[in-house]
């Protein structure tokens, strides 16, 4: 069963959140038609050299050139069970010639909620100049009010996050969108062979509550096959009554990421929420998100303590708790940065009576097993203090 979906909305309605999510969800390409232009100006092939001029001259591309792309795009192997259309088509001359093209659509999704619930969105935003960190007064407020949270400097408001400026660009963003929807929307409506369903979702409220209304109405179209959405649901393969039965190898994990060109970077995986992530303050990052670097190494605390959790069952060790702080060093190396140490400290806690030293065996065997640690180009080191009870 193919999802091949067009997913529209206004800006603040979350759309580049809820297309994240969709695409961990059914392990489908996202395809933006910014980033797939700069993708076909890169791979040098016919299509993006024609291309090329329009993106490095800021004008508009021809609706044939973007069809044609579009259908190159599509062509692609990670599309074969579908994609998620993020942009395009603007117009209904785009839409016309993306169905004169041949390119089955399955699903129109329409993300649809309030002016005054965008107005809220856009218009908390708080920007520090001098470094480009961001902040939202109810999302991801400062530690004090219009302050930045490492330099104390005040932030600002860009005018195109003033409600005068949403409100102008909701307005454009209409008047440029509903032809579109309403074609769409005549489509579904004619019921002839080959039409898309066409799907209103409300995007009003919590984000994972706007998750759970959009897979239902995806389910609720036919689009989501029963097998597919009761796994989806239970978020978990091969469970057994008494634990989960681990896949032979190899293993794939897909996540998927997505930003615009300022704020939070979105990071999913099929059946997992949303995470926002930024750079780290180290790199002039806001603070207070997960960044790549942090995220790394909590994988590592984190594998390091299922690892001997694996171990011990498996060597029958009774323990009560495990506590693991991790450490990375990042540095420049022969002009390459990448992390060059990793310190895990693990505080072991066994019953009373328990044997300590094969407890410290067995963490250091958990440490030398464990896959993150073992997939970087260092040695870990590890200090360990077990207690008993």
């Given amino acids: ?6 997913l529209i909305g206004p800006p603040g309605s979350g759309k580049s959140t809820q297309a994240l999510n969709v695409c961990a969800l059914y392990d489908i390409p996202r395809i933006a038609t910014g980033e797939m232009l ?20 800021g004008d508009l591309v021809p609706d044939e050139l973007m069809v044609r792309l579009v259908k190159e795009r599509l062509a692609h192997p990670d599309c074969r069970n579908g994609f998620l259309l993020d942009g395009f088509p603007r117009t209904v001359v785009q839409a016309e010639a993306l169905r004169a093209a041949g390119i089955a659509i399955d699903a129109v999704v329409e993300l649809v909620t309030g002016d005054d619930e965008i107005v809220r969105r ?6 520090h100049p001098a470094s480009g960190r961001t902040y939202h007064v109810l999302f991801h407020p400062p530690q004090h009010a219009d302050r930045d949270d490492l330099t104390g400097e005040p932030l600002v408001q860009r005018d195109d996050d003033a409600p005068v400026s949403i409100t102008r660009r909701l307005r454009a963003y209409r008047e440029q969108t509903q032809p579109v929807i309403e074609y769409y929307r005549r489509w579904a409506d004619s019921r002839e062979a080959g039409a898309p369903h066409y799907i209103r979702v409300n995007a009003a409220g919590p984000e994972a509550e706007i998750r759970t209304r959009l897979h239902s109405a995806l389910r609720a179209a036919g689009l989501v096959a029963s097998g597919r959405s009761a796994s989806i649901e239970q978020r ?3 469970r057994a009554k008494k634990g989960v039965l681990m ?8 996540v998927h990421a997505a930003a615009e060109a300022e704020g939070s970077v979105l990071v999913g995986s099929e059946g997992l929420p949303s995470l926002s992530t930024a750079s780290p303050p180290q790199y002039g990052g806001p603070g207070g998100q997960w960044s790549p670097e942090t995220l790394l190494v909590a994988a590592a605390a984190d ?17 009560n708790d495990l506590e693991c702080g991790a450490e990375g060093v990042l540095d420049r ?11 895990l400290r693990a505080r072991l806690a066994l019953p009373a009576g328990g044997d300590v030293e094969r407890a410290k065996r ?3 065997k958990a440490e030398k097993a464990c896959l993150v640690t073992n997939s970087l180009a260092l040695e870990p080191t590890l200090t360990m203090e077990v207690s008993c009870a």
């Fill in 362 to 364: 067995l963490l250091e």
């Fill in 333 to 343: 190396i022969d002009g390459v940065v990448r992390f060059t140490q990793l310190h």
């Fill in 122 to 127: 856009l218009g908390g935003r708080r920007i």
């Fill in 1 to 6: 069963m193919t999802m091949r979906l067009i």
């Fill in 38 to 57: 700069r993708a076909a100006v890169r791979s040098g092939t016919s299509l993006g050299a024609a291309a090329r001029h329009f993106v490095e001259s």
């Fill in 236 to 238: 978990g393969l091969h």
């Fill in 303 to 319: 594998c390091f303590i299922l690892t001997f959790r694996a171990v011990a069952a498996a060597s029958k060790l009774p323990w």
């Fill in 247 to 254: 896949q032979a190898y190899p293993h794939h994990y897909n």
